[in-house]
């Protein structure tokens, strides 16, 4: 093999494996950005979950409180 044929495909190599690892530190950021959004996402609907959970605790509260409220029936 001729050094200098050796040295263009080595270099070729290397090119190709820098464009590879080029496009693997774009997915990696691509991904850390997704990953961020989604964990925002999931605190959000956590939120509005205990928030929903409270109105219904409430709600639940308001309408017994109703209920004892009315008369007795009488059959």
Do not use: G, W
């Amino acid at each position: 093999m001729d050094f200098f044929n050796y040295s263009a495909t080595m270099d070729a190599d290397f090119k190709s494996l820098e464009e590879r690892v080029a496009k693997l530190i774009a997915l990696c950021q691509t991904l850390r950005e997704e990953n961020m959004q989604m964990r925002q996402e999931v605190t959000r609907l956590h939120q509005e979950s205990q928030s929903l959970k409270l109105n219904m605790t409430q709600a639940s509260v308001q309408l017994e409180r109703l209920l004892t409220a009315l008369p007795d029936e009488e059959a």
